[in-house]
């Protein structure tokens, strides 16, 4: 850990209460909570201003979950299914703060589809987060898009359908960030948070996120037994921030560096086989053979530092947008004396 | 002699016709007839007479008959006439019915590859050889097609006197002076202008004479207007999604901010223009932009509002600015795509769900889309609320005769936003809902503030004073009041209605938007019928004192609209109810703009009950 200040205070010298937010109204024991929590000492640990974050989110206990954690940040709790639009035109505003946004399985892969599969296309500078559990929770626990074929819930009978899969939608649509976690290794996804906030694009995290009240069964792939007995991560995923030298010693073979734009590194240890993430079949391969292997593989599963983002693509000022003065944003009368010249 | 040579013989005899017609020009869409229409009207505008010219097309790309038509008056009278008095027949699939609307009296011009002969004998006609000048042109084979119609082109500049010199200015200008394709089509005008010289003897009475009536002035289509207005405006966010007639909106922004708004130090934008993946999503980034504190907007017609209610909705009870262009085409439904309505006025007025009520402006010039163009940002931005400019499809897409745009005559209103200073006067009692001033209209951060008291929580869902989520009775009331409140002082920023006063007038007529020269025509000639009238133009929505005390003043109020039913008549019923007894509804859609002729019709015959 980078130097901190003294009592609990980080090099901004706040401390992790200024990073907290309205007490929680979510079930106790849902997994949404504990990604709040993560996130929390996420931000608070990278030393970033809770000012210098803005949240986004859908509708969904997923998507109200943005008011339990950095009260200091700006929000917006958007439309259903609508929150990559409202993040897409807000990161225009001030384009150096970061974006987060919330979602759940519901408001991203049934209503939401479209926007989620545009704003990759996009490569919208945000940090997309599904909070997937495989059901609406916040409607009483109906089947989501995300649901696995052949789950039985009490009220809801069994699910007939094919689920759709977050990650190979991500790869499928270019998304330039694609990692999966499990909100019950808390450890590793932290380190991916970390690492998906420093990504100058759009970084989708696929984090199953149990609902306690609906779905988490121990059968369940969606559930905290299953996928605490099921969880294999491709490898040791481990965030350096800027500045700090990679010099901890690694007890696992180091695969790989991938240096983000801000400075910071992320270091990729062996586990099991070998994944390349600058391929996207590699990543396909690797999901189908756990689909058939029965196990819910987590880690980073493709990275592109390259691409361009909206904000790039755009050319606008260095200057946030929304801090020029009126005169900037106003053409002179020469100008319009020019235009009506133009005009026939 | 028969009755129809009778009727010709008369027309021979009657006096020459002189900047007082209407033509209609049946062509086939998609053939590069709209180059030919436009060099026509823009030639007219430049001999100096007041022209107007309608594009009434198919929703189609290429193949369907379109037509354009051109009025000229001399006494400025620029509305729709129902039927022409000259008909260049160009579609083969439309050549009969459009022959057929010619009046006795009426003059033809016609491809004769179409037909050989036309049977009436009550009308003037004049067969065009098309295939014959266009082979004979040195045009490229691949081009020969497109430059056909600069054929009909060339036949009024020989017929009616169009002068020749400016048709070249018109092309040259359409071509952005590239000198190949202006030479292309002018050696056709010519030759073709020579042709009938050579040819045709001159027998009917129309002609076209030079006056100095449009000096100053501009021919421009409400988009462009609107598109140089937002640039103007300072808009720095712009959403849209595709769709007949907004498209052209969104297209000159692209044209005008690359032009006027890049930051002169760095070369950077200080706008991004993003075309979404539909209109959902338009407006969510608009109102994402908006809430960030960017002067926001999108574009739209009938199908895409209506997708965007729910959006709107947010937009509304968050109040976060933006400005949202509906260019109205004909509904219900996908509607009539390329025709214009004034249908949306109620629709856009209550957008969302709950109780919203919404601003509206409502443009009746490209001048005032323009206008609106910048002025809808300031009112958005001071009432912290969606604003809607109602435009419509024959001002948006049409060419209109407008004034040089006049710079704005006020300081951009950026309206209550604060930053860091700012927070500190409130002494840590900042709310982002907290009506402090009254007005019903509270103070505003917006992301990037450092202040650590700055952020707050924005959401569609039931809040208090602080932003904070409340489900409780009394916090929903007073919000809801405030935001009614807010309503009330926004009439207090909207344009006022424009008034014109007839000598002892009795009756007044109420109207909006692009009716305003179909109106002020019926009025002259109710006027010359004995029915003088007022005539209040209304210019935007919630309705301010002006609108109560002209309804009282009248003994009759005729409120005339392009919709089936009444909808601003249906609205001033609710504002004003106690006087609903002397508001009469004229309103009609079918797709056309209004004529003069139908609205006095309208009114005479109730007049007389
Ligand atoms: C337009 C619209 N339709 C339906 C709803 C009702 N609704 C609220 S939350 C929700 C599902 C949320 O599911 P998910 O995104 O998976 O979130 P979770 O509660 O499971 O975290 C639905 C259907 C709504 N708010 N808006
Ligand atoms: S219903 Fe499910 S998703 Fe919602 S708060 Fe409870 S446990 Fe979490
Ligand atoms: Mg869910």
Redesign the interface.
């Known amino acids: 850990m980078a130097k901190r200040g003294g009592n609990g205070q980080n090099e901004l010298g706040l401390t992790k209460d200024e990073y907290r937010g309205?007490p929680s109204t979510l079930c106790k024991g849902c997994g949404h909570q504990s990604i709040a929590n993560q996130v929390i000492s996420v931000v608070y640990e990278m030393d970033v201003?809770?000012?210098?974050i803005?949240k986004?989110s859908g509708i969904g206990c997923s998507s109200k979950s943005?008011?339990y954690f950095l009260?200091?940040?700006?929000?917006?709790?958007?439309?259903h299914g609508?929150m990559?639009?409202?993040?897409?035109?807000?990161?225009?505003?001030?384009h150096?703060?970061k974006a987060m946004g919330f979602s759940g399985d519901g408001d991203t892969a049934s209503i939401g589809m479209?926007?989620f599969?545009?704003i990759m296309r996009?490569n919208v500078p945000l940090l997309y987060i599904v909070e997937n559990n495989g059901v609406y929770g916040l409607t009483k626990g109906q089947f989501s898009a995300t649901a696995d074929q052949g789950l039985e819930l009490k009220k809801q009978g069994l699910n007939p359908y094919m689920p759709v899969d977050i990650v190979r939608e991500a790869l499928a649509s270019n998304a330039t960030f694609v990692a999966r976690a499990f909100s019950g290794d808390v450890k590793q996804l932290r380190e991916i948070l970390k690492a998906a906030l420093s990504h100058e694009g759009i970084a989708i995290i696929d984090i199953i996120s149990p609902c306690v009240s609906f779905n988490n069964q121990d059968d369940a792939l969606h559930s905290y037994s299953w996928g605490r007995d099921h969880e294999v991560a491709i490898h040791d995923l481990a965030y350096v921030p800027p500045r700090e030298e990679i010099e901890v010693d690694y007890d696992k073979e180091v695969m790989k560096k991938v240096t983000m734009h801000d400075g910071s590194k992320i270091v990729l240890q062996k586990i099991g086989e070998e994944h390349d993430i600058s391929k996207r079949v590699d990543a396909v391969n690797l999901l189908d053979r756990a689909d058939e292997e029965g196990i819910l593989l987590t880690g980073l599963f493709y990275i592109d530092t390259e691409q361009p983002s909206?904000i790039d693509i755009?050319?606008?000022?260095?200057e946030?947008?929304?801090?020029?003065t009126?005169d900037?944003?106003?053409?002179s009368?020469e100008?319009?004396q020019d235009?009506?010249e133009m005009?026939? | 002699m028969t009755a129809s040579d009778t009727a010709l013989a008369e027309q021979e005899n009657r006096e020459q016709v002189v900047n007082d017609f209407s033509i209609t020009i049946g062509t086939v869409n998609g053939s590069g007839s709209q180059t030919s229409n436009l060099t026509i009207i823009?030639s007219i505008?430049?001999m100096g007479i007041p022209v107007s010219g309608k594009n009434i097309y198919p929703s189609n790309i290429q193949g369907m008959p379109t037509w354009y038509t051109i009025r000229v008056s001399k006494d400025g009278y620029l509305a729709r006439v129902p039927e022409p008095d000259i008909v260049v027949a160009m579609c083969p699939e439309s050549f009969q019915e459009d022959v057929d609307r010619l009046p006795p009296g009426g003059l033809l011009i016609y491809d004769q590859g179409i037909r050989a002969e036309v049977e009436r004998e009550d009308i003037f006609s004049y067969p065009l050889p098309v295939q014959k000048l266009v082979r004979a042109s040195d045009a490229p084979r691949n081009l020969q097609d497109y430059v056909a119609n600069m054929v009909y082109v060339g036949a009024l500049v020989a017929l009616l006197e169009l002068e020749i010199d400016k048709v070249h200015q018109?092309l040259d200008?359409h071509f952005s002076g590239r000198e190949k394709p202006v030479d292309l089509n002018y050696k056709i005008i010519q030759s073709t202008a020579e042709w009938c010289s050579e040819n045709l003897e001159k027998v009917d009475p129309y002609h076209l004479e030079r006056m100095e009536a449009t000096k100053n002035l501009?021919?421009?289509s409400g988009n462009e207007a609107a598109a140089?207005g937002a640039?103007?405006?300072?808009v720095?966010?712009m959403?849209w999604y595709p769709i007949t007639p907004a498209t052209g909106l969104a297209d000159m922004l692209k044209v005008?901010l690359p032009k006027?708004?890049k930051?002169p130090e760095?070369g950077?934008?200080?706008?991004?223009v993003?075309q979404?993946?539909?209109e959902?999503?338009?407006?969510?980034?608009?109102?994402?932009?908006?809430?960030?504190?960017?002067?926001?907007m999108t574009s739209t017609s009938g199908p895409g509002l209506s997708l965007m209610t729910?959006?709107a909705g947010?937009a509304y009870y968050?109040e976060t600015p933006l400005v949202i262009w509906d260019v109205q085409r004909v509904g219900p439904s996908t509607g009539l795509p390329t025709r214009t309505s004034q249908g949306d006025v109620i629709m856009a007025h209550y957008l969302g769900h709950g109780d919203t009520q919404n601003i509206l402006l409502l443009p009746g010039s490209p001048y005032e889309c323009f206008k609106f163009g910048?002025r809808s940002f300031d009112i958005a931005e001071r009432l912290q609320t969606p604003v809607y400019v109602l435009s419509d499809l024959d001002l948006g897409v049409n060419q209109w005769i407008t004034e040089?745009?006049?710079?704005?005559e006020v300081?951009?209103d950026?309206g209550k936003v604060i930053w860091e200073d700012d927070l500190e006067a409130f002494e840590g009692d900042w709310g982002r809902y907290l009506d402090v001033d009254g007005d019903g209209i509270p103070y505003r951060?917006?992301?990037?503030?450092?202040?650590?008291e700055?952020?707050?929580?924005?959401?569609?869902?039931g809040h208090d004073e602080y932003a904070?989520?409340s489900e409780d009775p009394e916090d929903f009331l007073k919000n809801m009041e405030r935001l009614r409140k807010k309503y009330e002082t926004a009439r207090s920023l909207m344009p006022e209605p424009v008034l014109d006063e007839m000598e002892s007038a009795e009756v007044g007529i109420l109207a909006y938007g692009s009716t305003d020269p179909a109106v002020q025509e019926a009025r002259d000639h109710l006027r010359d019928r004995g029915i003088p009238t007022d005539s209040l133009r209304l210019r935007a929505i919630p309705f301010t004192s002006v609108v109560h005390e002209f309804i009282k003043a009248h003994r009759q109020i005729y409120v005339v609209e392009m919709n089936r039913d009444g909808q601003v008549h249906k609205l001033l019923s609710l504002e004003v109810p106690e006087e609903t007894g002397k508001m009469v509804s004229v309103a009609k859609v079918d797709g056309l703009p209004l004529t003069a002729e139908w609205i006095v019709d309208q009114i005479e015959s109730m007049e007389e009950k």
Do not use: C
Request: glycine residues 10%; charged residues 20%; aromatic residues 14%.
């Open positions: 309205a201003l809770p000012e210098k803005m986004f943005p008011a009260s200091r940040s700006f929000t917006f709790n958007g439309l609508r990559p639009s409202l993040a897409t035109g807000a990161v225009f505003a001030d150096t703060l479209g926007q599969k545009h996009r909206l755009k050319g606008i000022t260095e946030p947008l929304n801090r020029l009126n900037r944003i106003r053409p009368r100008d319009l235009v009506n005009l026939f | 823009r505008f430049k018109a200008f501009k021919l421009v140089i640039a103007f405006g300072g720095q966010f959403g005008y006027l708004r930051d760095t950077k934008n200080t706008f991004a993003v979404a993946e539909d959902l999503a338009a407006i969510g980034m608009a109102v994402g932009a908006g809430w960030g504190g960017l002067r926001a729910e959006f947010l968050s910048w040089e745009f006049e710079y704005p300081e951009m950026r951060t917006v992301p990037g503030n450092k202040h650590p700055s952020a707050w929580f924005a959401r569609g869902t904070r989520y």
